[in-house]
């Protein structure tokens, strides 16, 4: 089973450029979240769509949107890339309230 | 609102010593509670989860958590570390509310070293 699958892997930008991060999951899952992690702050939820059709802010929303395409897929654009953009940025789709998060396996962005 | 804190960004124990780590959390409406482990260059995986029920949660590869509702905290412990043990570990809440929607909010992070 692929569960949920990021991609790209790594992606180098620079400064006012724009990108877009795939997410599919295969588990049939209601709620899907966009996450970024920084050293010593853990994750931060960025995005979240709790059902097709829906999407709403997180914690720190600025300078990204989302589009939830259909119930299997949630991406994540960055339409004018800063260095403060720099993370790891990880997807993740639930049952919903009360269930686990299962993650992808990150993008790795650099912005310069 | 929810929140979690982590005791110590670092914890280094020997192999075969017992694991501890600290997860403290604060949360308006009943919580769910998670651990998730990182290994390096990968993604979170689930070790343990608390909803309802028995306050003591036993996970994978030997984990365990218990549910303290009066100290609000949800601490990870593990009675003989191994090697393979070594990675961050993330303590995570979810509020039982209606409009929580799965959201989890997690704590920081302690990097878990193991020497031999």
């Known amino acids: 089973n692929a569960g949920v699958t990021q991609t790209p892997k790594f992606q180098v930008l620079k400064t006012g450029q724009s990108m877009t991060l795939q997410c599919a999951q295969d588990?049939?899952?209601?709620?899907m979240y966009w996450y970024r992690q920084d050293p010593g702050m853990g994750l931060r939820l960025i995005y979240y769509?709790?059902?097709?059709?829906?999407?709403d802010k997180g914690e720190v929303p600025n300078g990204y949107n989302v589009s939830r395409l259909n119930k299997r897929e949630f991406s994540l654009r960055l339409e004018s890339a800063a260095p403060s953009q720099t993370s790891v940025y990880f997807c993740?789709?639930?049952?919903?309230?009360?269930?686990?998060?299962?993650f992808g396996n990150g993008t790795r962005l650099t912005v310069t | 609102a929810q929140s979690v804190t982590q005791l110590g960004s670092h914890v280094s124990v020997s192999e075969g010593a017992l694991v501890l780590l600290r997860c403290n959390y604060s949360s308006s409406v009943p919580p769910y509670l998670f651990w998730y482990v990182q290994y390096p260059n990968q993604g979170l995986q689930l070790l343990l989860k608390y909803t309802t029920g028995a306050t003591l949660v036993k996970g994978i590869n030997g984990f365990e958590a218990e549910f303290k509702k009066s100290e609000t905290s949800f601490h990870l412990t593990k009675p003989s570390a191994h090697m393979s043990d070594a990675a961050e570990y993330f303590c995570a809440v979810s509020g039982a509310g209606g409009t929580s929607y799965g959201k989890l909010t997690f704590g920081q992070g302690t990097i878990l070293t193991v020497h031999p």
């Open positions: 993740a789709s639930s049952d919903g309230m009360g269930s686990p998060l299962h």
């Open positions: 588990m049939n899952h209601n709620s």
């Open positions: 769509s709790a059902s097709e059709g829906t999407t």
